[in-house]
């Protein structure tokens, strides 16, 4: 059965197959183009990453370049990774996939890929997260909450998504718990967060900005801190503070990027991420993805490669010092 979903001017179809967006429209293609790519989301349809490779592929149909958006989920994205990885580099099959799927899962065990089995195309998307906190508690920015864990050891638990990975690293280097004491309890997700701190069983959460927004604006809970990567102030709350403001380096590493497999010709990339940085500057593009929760921030195939390998070279060993050290306990 399909299902309609209308979002900022776009109707997703939700299905439990890959669903494919053509989107040339008759419009003249370039020489250079390819007549048709495909982009493997390695998630549901109806989430962030979906909704952001669609609004990507819709933005490259206008253009003139047909993209098919393919549905994979599976082990936290890396199922769709290690399926593109072992494409042929002329497939025209790429990869929509941030740092989480491209570093910090194939840190954490063997998934049959690295990064370095893919090229980069160009980085686009960056979802935004952040720390927000219960409706009445008795603090309304980080440091205030800071202090009260201080004055009240135990007392606090922390919602988060999940137990061991990415997010529950970001969580606890904003949080610090050898300095703080306080529960972290591993939740379902950003909606179960939501649900847990609105319903008062959680006194901190990590959940998207989106998803955040409303229920701040609501009075239903209170957001004290974003963990954006690229830039500090998101458009979506330029009023909330960036965690790199206090001086605690916990910025999320979550910007989304196309990737193709390894060998994948120069020719393509350059002819998909020229449109990328075209699109990128589009008002109507920057608003839908505002609209999401995500930042529309472009950077080039040599940008995106030297952001991901800052990454994989400053943030990965922590992260794999920090799960040891987790998984021992």
Do not use: C
Not at 77 to 103: C, K, N, R
Not at 119 to 136: C, D, E, K
Not at 246 to 272: F, K, V
């Amino acid at each position: 059965m399909l299902k309609a979903l209308k979002l900022g001017g776009l109707v997703v179809l939700l299905t439990l197959v890959a669903i494919p967006l053509v989107l040339a429209g008759g419009q003249a293609e370039p020489a250079d183009a390819p007549d048709e790519i495909t982009i493997v989301v390695g998630f549901g349809a109806g989430g962030s990453n979906d909704l952001s490779a669609r609004y990507l592929a819709e933005a490259l149909g206008e253009q003139g370049i047909t993209a098919n958006v393919v549905n994979m989920p599976g082990g936290m994205g890396t199922e769709a990774a290690y399926h593109v990885s072992t494409q042929s580099p002329d497939s025209h099959t790429f990869m929509w996939a941030h740092p989480l799927i491209m570093l910090f899962e194939p840190a954490a065990g063997d998934r049959g890929f690295t990064i370095h089995d893919f090229t980069p195309v160009g980085t686009l998307a960056s979802p935004t997260f952040a720390i927000g906190s219960r409706a009445g508690a008795p603090w309304e920015t980080l440091d205030e909450l800071v202090e009260y864990i201080e004055a009240n050891p135990g007392e606090v638990v922390l919602g988060g998504q999940g137990e061991g990975n990415m997010m529950h690293f970001i969580a606890e280097l904003i949080l610090d718990p050898d300095e703080l004491d306080y529960t972290y309890v591993g939740l379902g997700g950003g909606a179960d967060v939501a649900l847990n701190l609105t319903g008062g069983h959680v006194d901190v959460g990590h959940l998207s900005l989106a998803a955040a927004r409303p229920l701040h604006q609501d009075g239903d809970l209170t957001v004290l801190v974003n963990t954006q990567i690229l830039i500090e102030r998101d458009p979506l709350m330029p009023e909330i503070p960036n965690v790199v403001e206090y001086g605690i380096q916990g910025q999320e590493p979550h910007p989304l990027a196309l990737w193709g497999p390894e060998g994948t010709s120069e020719e393509l990339i350059q002819t998909l991420t020229n449109a990328m940085a075209e699109i990128a500057e589009d008002p109507d593009f920057v608003q839908n993805y505002q609209d999401i929760g995500i930042v529309a921030h472009y950077l080039d195939p040599d940008e995106t490669w030297e952001f991901f390998m800052d990454v994989e070279e400053n943030m990965v060993p922590r992260y794999k010092d920090w799960l040891e050290a987790y998984l021992s306990d």
